[in-house]
């Protein structure tokens, strides 16, 4: 709500907070786990990146003593960079839900079929809590 209407910080994260509670939806966020898959990615990706590090380091003809040092910074490098750019996917992710908790009539107007997919798969994981 910070960037949509220009509220502060705070008074954004009360106002979400306020918004999924009145909805019932305190549930659906603490059970978010967008993050967590996301942090997934990024320690893949460092991963791989850790493994070209190594053969890189084997190509250049440096040492096993080299390995875990080229590992380490490639990891890093990709964890890092990789964590960046999840960071913009999970804050996208996150506006989608805030708008549609406050609107969801509207998405409903102007996309009908992404409306009616969402709505479907909520029901499926919160039948309980999701009353659209």
Known sequence: MQGLYGY???ES???????FKSRGWTTIITDNLIGNVLFMVSAGVGLI???IGI???????????FAGGA???????????TSVLMGVVESAV??????????PNEFQQNHPELS????EKWRQ????????
């Open 49 to 51: 990146t850790g493994l």
């Open 55 to 65: 053969l890189l380091a084997n190509m250049k003809g440096l040492g096993a003593e």
């Open 116 to 119: 009616n997919a969402m709505r």
């Open 125 to 132: 994981a919160w039948p309980v809590e999701f009353r659209y």
């Open 94 to 103: 996150n506006t989608v839900i805030v708008c549609y908790a406050e609107a």
């Open 8 to 10: 502060s910080f705070v």
């Open 71 to 81: 590992f380490g910074v490639g990891f890093i490098v990709g964890l890092v960079l």
């Open 13 to 19: 994260g009360k106002n979400v907070f306020t918004l």
